[in-house]
């Protein structure tokens, strides 16, 4: 079998990287990177049976969630998320002059510029920031315009052969993005999965009714158990205006029986309740 694996492209986005350095964790012997023109339809592919597995980004340390993953991921069924992956993310300014005066506009993923945003206010005051899709579909931009710049990685600039302007100049030095690796449930013969000791469960829920508590009677369910939670994320349900949607990260693997007590009680406290699996998470230096 060829494992295809879909990832947000053109080819050389950091979640391409994310896909390199998870098939490096792997000996998996064929295998096909399957590029993507948004992260929904990367996840989309493979609750639809195009690819075996998607890779996509679900957190960044300085600009936090990647709403459109989450919010895919609970449009989406059967999906299971089969592993974590912390990945260092060190943008640099591409562009086809050195000087930065003559830069209008710099493009790039939200999800860039707003990791940048100091950098950017600091050195290119004059600048207008425009989001494309990915990092690397910025880079068609700075091929087409010599006042363009883009925001993009080391091994993107290389791969398009463009000119590196400044390194570093995300924000924080520490800058990361956690990736999860997402299959249909019932898919067999995956890679195995990576073990490690820090093993992660996320679960999503929306409320029967917006009333005073509701929220905390689910919290209370965990903190009953001593489930420590490391995320709580709200997203809109699309439905109506002040109607949630909850993500939940929780330190502890979903085949321990505490979690299963704590799932039978949540089912009766929510109104949609999805469990995604338990995950181990890998950071890659
Ligand atoms: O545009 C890319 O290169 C991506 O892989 C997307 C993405 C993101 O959505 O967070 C991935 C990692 C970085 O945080 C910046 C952008």
């Not at 992260?39 to 597995?53: C, D, K, M, V």
């Not at 999800?111 to 950017?120: K, S, T």
């Not at 439905?239 to 039978?264: K, N, P």
Request: hydrophobic share 40%; charged share 15%; net charge negative.
């Amino acid at each position: 079998m060829t494992l295809s694996i879909a990832h947000l492209g053109p080819p050389g986005t950091y979640a391409e990287q994310a896909a390199l350095a998870y098939l490096d964790l792997h000996s998996t012997p064929s295998t096909t990177l399957r590029p993507y023109a948004s992260i929904a339809r990367t996840i989309q592919s493979t609750a639809q049976g195009e690819t075996h597995l998607t890779i996509a980004p679900i957190e960044n340390s300085i600009e936090g969630s990647v709403a459109t993953t989450l919010d895919t991921l609970w449009q989406c069924s059967d999906l299971q998320i089969r592993q974590a992956l912390v990945l260092p993310i060190r943008h640099v300014l591409i562009a086809q002059t050195p000087n930065l005066q003559k830069i209008k506009a710099v493009y790039s993923h939200p999800q860039a510029l707003g990791q940048c945003q100091r950098w950017l206010a600091t050195n290119l005051p004059q600048t207008t920031a425009i989001a494309t899709n990915s990092t690397t579909e910025a880079l068609q931009y700075v091929q087409a315009d010599p006042s363009a710049a883009a925001i993009s990685s080391e091994r993107a600039a290389q791969l398009y052969e463009l000119p590196i302007v400044q390194r570093t100049i995300q924000d924080h030095p520490d800058n990361c993005t956690r990736f999860w690796v997402i299959n249909q449930q019932k898919t067999a013969d995956l890679p195995p999965v990576i073990e490690t000791d820090q093993t992660y469960t996320s679960l999503a829920f929306s409320l029967p009714a917006n009333q005073p508590g509701a929220l905390l009677k689910t919290l209370q369910i965990f903190a009953e158990r001593s489930i420590n939670l490391s995320r709580i994320e709200s997203r809109p349900s699309r439905r109506s205006m002040g109607d949630y949607v909850f993500f939940i990260d929780a330190e502890i693997s979903a085949e321990q029986t505490t979690f299963h007590s704590a799932l039978e009680q949540l089912q009766a406290s929510t109104e949609v309740l999805k469990s995604f699996g338990s995950y181990p998470l890998v950071t890659i230096s």
